[in-house]
């Protein structure tokens, strides 16, 4: 039987992202690099259902976990994904618009 992750309550989320934590340190130690970034990436999205999207606001420009040479700038919210553009170091604006879960999402820049 298949679940969706909004159906989770937030103790079976924990336990999901445990579960994909260990899944993806094994692979890292059988060198299967793949299944590590396919398990980081559901890891990403668990953990986007334990915030609440309300705490994100379109036009806000948020640093990104795990990559410090962007931040993202919000268009719009949709579920727990953050629709908006990356922004690099040279305050370059990248011309293609992507979703990203929340999750990924750092502290909001001033």
Do not use: C
């Not at 679940?3 to 445990?18: A, K, M, N, P, W």
Request: glycine residues 6%.
């Amino acid at each position: 039987m298949d679940y969706r992750y909004s159906d989770f309550t937030v103790e079976q989320l924990r336990q999901e992202i445990g579960r994909l934590k260990e899944k993806a340190q094994k692979a890292e130690q059988l060198g299967n690099i793949s299944e590590v970034a396919i398990n980081e990436r559901k890891m990403q999205v668990a953990m986007a259902y334990t915030l609440n999207p309300e705490d994100f606001h379109a036009n806000d420009i948020h640093e990104m976990n795990g990559d410090p040479g962007h931040r993202f700038k919000i268009n719009y919210i949709n579920g727990v994904f953050a629709w908006g553009h990356r922004i690099n170091l040279l305050d370059e604006t990248y011309e293609k618009e992507e979703a990203i879960p929340i999750s990924i999402l750092g502290d909001k820049v001033e």
